[in-house]
T-cell receptor, first 115, second 118 residues
């Protein structure tokens, strides 16, 4: 079975500070991993995805994530937080084969950015 | 290219009623998935359709059903509504299974349909 755990339901940073959102996964097969962002009253927007091509994945809005198999982690980072980054972030793993529209999500992390 | 479109955006229903939600995927996408999002349970997978066939199913009661049409548009239906069905229902589409391989497995979400059951 596959699962995703996001450590910390709420993360607060100051504007300009490093953003680090943690995600650990469990998968019996090579995982396909995703980070999505959700702004209030909106759907999910894809930030980035890992599909085994490269362990360091760069996404939109300055975000990146590093796949670490030994740690079963896929943490999301951004060097300098902006007020507009305040949102809820979800880590997800794709279905068993990867070739599916089924995603298993973590519980989400709400990012607060303080001025 | 237009994104995933869901209708209606907001609706209020009474317990015991049924509801139908509609989703139009991105042009060319043949896989459509549905998710339920609630504060308590988070994002949960309902089902996936591909080429008019249900390919995956989540752990929801039979009151939740869906279908996909030949143009890839999809509907989901919830019968005998309960208060706990109040949620944001998200539709997502992707190219998976359409010859794109795993590189095509980018899943795009719509804005969602907010359902309130009273």
């Amino acid at each position: 079975a596959q699962s995703v755990t996001q450590l910390g339901s709420h993360v607060s940073v100051s504007e300009g500070a490093l953003v680090l959102l943690r995600c650990n996964y469990s998968s019996s097969v090579p995982p396909y991993l995703f980070w999505y962002v959700q702004y209030p009253n909106q759907g999910l927007q894809l930030l980035l995805k890992y599909t085994s091509a490269a362990t360091l994945v760069k996404g939109i809005n300055g975000f990146e994530a590093e796949f670490k198999k030994s740690e079963t982690s896929f943490h999301l980072t951004k060097p300098s937080a902006h007020m507009s980054d305040a949102a809820e972030y979800f880590c997800a793993v794709s279905g068993v084969s990867g070739n599916t529209g089924k995603l298993i999500f973590g519980q989400g992390t709400t990012l607060q950015v303080k001025p | 290219k237009a994104g995933v479109t869901q209708t209606p955006r907001y609706l209020i229903k009474t317990r015991g009623q049924q509801v139908t939600l509609s989703c139009s995927p991105i042009s060319g996408h043949r896989s459509v998935s549905w998710y339920q999002q609630t504060p308590g349970q988070g994002l949960q997978f309902l089902f996936e359709y591909f080429s008019e066939t249900q390919r995956n199913k989540g752990n929801f009661p039979g009151r939740f059903s869906g279908r996909q049409f030949s143009n890839s548009r999809s509907e989901m239906n919830v019968s005998t509504l309960e208060l706990g069905d109040s949620a944001l229902y998200l539709c997502a589409s992707s190219l998976v299974g359409s010859g794109q391989g795993l590189s095509g497995n980018t899943i795009y979400f719509g804005e969602g349909s907010w359902l309130t059951v009273v």
